[in-house]
């Protein structure tokens, strides 16, 4: 028969038989092909690109078979006796490992321990001013020797019209463990109850107490500012109980626009009397309808 005297039929013939000879397909030394059904027979068509291209555009990786695809045909080199099968596995959990291990960032794969966070208690004074706070720290650091205790001293500033709530870190303050990135140290402002001011954003609240004929005839208050200035403020409307008197500029600093400042609020309690004479309820009786 004809077929088994040529090398490339008899081939052919070996792998898909006689629908294989109808089909054309490629020579066991073309770039690859791949098969397609049409109809119920098989049609190949050729592929041009090299098999080693498309294993790396695929994998990622070089083919570990140098170069070798390209005989993925008849007598194939990885079905061969000689070849370990396991090499095409192993390669390609070894890159997804490098790859894996390269993306964990620079520290090489060592996690970091959680943040340290305390409370910075400050004076509304101190986030008005601003100041330096000195805070002494120990901890454990790891030398040739072995673990010792470290002391250090860690300075703080604080800017004017700092809220509470704003963190200030120190990165990698903490303890030094083995495998393990020392954890931040973090500060959070807090602040304390001051006896006159209360602070609303960049406003400062300060409260009166006055009479009911002070709230009707006229007030004058006196306000000592956070940095120590004495203020004089008349106040010449009539003061109901939800009346405010507002001094501009005389709020906290803000720290985004340096210069300036919020406002102070002033907010009354009146006062009013525990009882009235007869008289003294028709006197203010007259007063109040006359007007």
């Keep these: 028969m004809q077929v088994l005297s040529d090398p490339q039929k008899r081939y052919v013939y070996d792998q898909f038989g ?25 049609t190949f068509r050729f592929n041009t690109r090299s098999p080693d291209d498309i294993f790396t555009e ?36 070894a890159s997804l490992r490098n790859a894996a291990s390269s993306g964990e960032g620079s520290g090489g794969g060592m996690r970091k321990a959680a943040p340290i966070e305390r409370n910075l208690p400050c004076s509304l004074e101190d986030l008005y001013k601003g100041t330096t706070k000195k805070m002494k720290i120990s901890r454990d650091v790891l030398e040739t020797s072995g673990r010792n205790t470290m002391e250090e001293i860690l300075t703080i500033e604080i800017k004017p019209g700092w809220k509470k709530g704003t963190k200030i870190t120190f990165p990698e303050k903490g303890n030094e463990q083995p495998g393990v990135i020392p954890s931040d140290l973090v500060f959070i402002i807090d602040e ?78 009146i006062k009013f009397p525990s009882r009235l ?7 203010i009786k007259r007063l109040l309808t006359a007007s």
């Design 18 to 42: 006689e629908e294989g000879l109808k089909g054309q397909v490629p020579p066991p030394d073309a770039g690859g092909f791949s098969g397609m059904r049409d109809g119920g027979a098989h």
């Design 58 to 93: 695929f994998f990622g990786f070089a083919s570990p078979f140098g170069g070798g695809m390209g005989d993925m045909g008849g007598g194939s080199r990885m079905g061969g006796p000689n070849f370990p099968r396991n090499v095409f596995r192993d390669d390609i959990i």
């Design 192 to 269: 304390k109850p001051h006896g006159v001011f209360k602070r609303d954003g960049n406003d400062l609240i300060a409260t009166q107490k006055i009479s009911l004929v002070e709230a009707l005839t006229g007030y004058t208050a006196q306000v000592t500012t956070l940095d120590g200035r004495n203020l004089t403020i008349p106040i010449n409307s009539i003061v109901s109980p939800t009346y405010e008197e507002v001094v501009k500029g005389e709020g906290m600093p803000i720290p985004k626009e340096p210069g300036k400042k919020g406002n102070l609020r002033i907010k009354f309690n």
């Design 277 to 283: 004479t007869p008289e003294q309820k028709t006197g």
